[in-house]
């Protein structure tokens, strides 16, 4: 699976990695909700990091497309909340 982070590339990412990437997933989507803007931060870079470590670097001169796309590290709780969907920024 290939994840994008906005603003900084794709990762490629096993699908075993699912599980606790929707864990962090579910943290932030709770913070968005919850209007909660200091567990919002902690729970975003949390997710994105999640994401680095699971994932390698996609090539950068590839035209693959991603399969999901996160926000970048520097968003506000209003742009992740427009990017949740009734699964959150990562389905399952």
Known sequence: MIIRILGEGQYDVEESALDKLN?????????????????????????????????????????????????PSDATIEQVREMLNEDGLIPG
Request: aromatic share 2%; no cysteine.
């Open 23 to 71: 864990e962090l997933d579910a943290t932030l989507e709770a913070a968005v909700e919850a209007g909660d803007e200091a567990a919002f931060g902690t729970a975003l870079a949390e997710l994105l990091a999640g994401v680095r470590s699971a994932g390698a670097e996609h090539p950068a001169d590839s035209l693959d497309e991603s399969d999901l796309i996160l926000p």
